[in-house]
């Protein structure tokens, strides 16, 4: 008699693996390409079980990709002056949205909601307390609005939104020094004020 293999349980379904999975399609196949339906397939669930973890179905799920790609920490120990900590927090920002470029729109046009608002929080507090004598809410939209527009650019530049395509990386050379020297100009701008 031939034994057979143990089944393993199922991996309990939350709410960080349906995000994860739904990252994954939308970062591979598009942001169009992700359905409950497709979602509930890559999880190996009914699409009805998403629902537990999500109520307001696919309007939760686009608004908890959003929080999640926009939800950035930044430890501000290592940065002595606000423009440190500004720097750090603008490339924690940038390496997260470049990370899922699927969801890049979501990002641009979602209400930071829940973590992302707490975050902006702590962002505009640790720039106050490293010094920023002008509105650091001000500031921190600024440098919210060059993030987000530098790597729409970025992503737009590396044709990674083409669906012929075959790049696999948002990313490019030139990206990152424009980048850089973005973020010099927005922060020596916010000193003079």
Do not use: C, N
């Amino acid at each position: 008699m031939i034994a057979m293999p143990a089944k393993r349980p199922p991996v309990p379904l939350s709410r960080e693996r349906i995000i994860d999975a739904a990252l994954h399609i939308a970062d591979g196949q598009g942001l169009r390409r992700l359905t409950m339906r497709r979602l509930g397939d890559a999880l190996q669930v009914e699409a009805m079980a998403i629902y537990h973890h999500l109520p307001r179905g696919k309007e939760a799920l686009m608004d908890a990709l959003a929080e999640h790609v926009t939800t950035v920490a930044v430890d501000p120990s290592g940065a002595a002056t606000w423009q440190d900590r500004a720097r750090a927090w603008a490339r924690a920002s940038r390496a997260a949205l470049l990370e899922h470029p699927g969801v890049l729109s979501l990002a641009l046009t979602k209400p930071p909601k829940g973590s992302a608002l707490i975050a902006i929080g702590e962002q505009i507090e640790q720039l106050r307390e490293a010094g920023l004598d002008g509105d650091a809410a001000a500031a921190v939209r600024a440098l919210r609005a060059y993030v987000f527009g530098s790597v729409a650019v970025e992503v737009q530049q590396s044709g990674w939104a083409d669906p012929d395509a075959a790049v696999r990386d948002a990313r490019t050379a030139e990206g990152e020094r424009e980048f850089e020297e973005g973020l010099d100009a927005l922060l020596a701008g916010l000193a003079r004020v």
